[in-house]
């Protein structure tokens, strides 16, 4: 049989000589480049209706649709985890079912019951027992709490009681310690002992430049005639 012939091997490009650098292969032109993801939508939740909603306004406030009812409810002010799962009961409505997943009904049937948390609470649940104007028992919910704590501090001031001077001042109010907290203006970073050893060199300079001053009214005196 006739011997077979091995087969030519491929030529490659050729070896670069001595001294000269290898040619770098082009580069990709930029129409190969990957096109700009586009952004991600929100995430597909499991048990959402159609109508289901993100954002719920209430009490002027925007809260997570996304959430349980009972830990949604806390982003307003004034309102805490006990008060919103109290304020679901009220309303009927599952503590634990997504806000955005409640109908306009129910959710405004929650936010007629913030008002009528005063009534509805026991006085040691309530977080403005006997308002001074009206006596009745009140629970502030939303932009009030903040609206009635201002109001507070200005008739404080207006009246000129203790507390209301100390919020003009802008000292502490609560009869907290003031010697080492609390500190404003150029007393802050002033220790005990510094300012003894301060107190004590001023002396010293007082004393040694009065010393001085009647040393040169003895010399300034004329000696007397014989």
Do not use: C
Not at 93 to 107: A, D, F, I, M, P
Not at 155 to 161: A, C, Y
């Amino acid at each position: 049989m006739p011997e077979e012939k091995p087969s030519p091997e491929p030529e490659g490009p050729p070896a670069p000589a001595k001294g000269e650098k290898p040619e770098r292969a082009p580069r990709k032109k930029a129409e190969e480049k990957e096109e700009p993801k586009a952004p991600k939508g929100p995430k597909k939740l499991e048990g959402v209706k159609e109508d289901f909603r993100y954002i719920v306004r209430m009490a002027n406030t925007d809260l997570d649709g996304t959430r349980a009812v009972a830990y949604s409810l806390t982003a307003i002010p004034g309102v805490g985890i006990r008060v919103s799962e109290a304020v679901a009961d009220l309303a009927g409505v599952s503590k634990t079912e997504r806000l955005g997943n409640l109908s306009e009904e129910q959710t405004d049937k929650i936010e007629a019951t913030f008002g009528n948390l005063g009534e509805a609470f026991p006085h040691w649940m309530v977080n403005r027992p006997k308002d001074w104007e009206t006596g009745l028992d009140l629970h502030a919910v939303g932009a009030d709490v903040e609206i009635r704590r201002r109001d507070d501090i200005n008739r404080m001031k207006m009246i000129r009681s203790y507390k209301g001077v100390r919020h003009e001042t802008g000292q502490k109010v609560r009869g907290q310690r003031t010697r080492s907290n609390g500190r404003t203006g150029l007393t802050v970073g002033v220790t005990k002992k510094a300012a003894l050893a301060a107190a004590q060199a001023k002396k010293a300079e007082e004393a040694g430049a009065g010393a001085k001053k009647e040393e040169k009214k003895e010399e300034k005196k004329p000696e007397a005639k014989v």
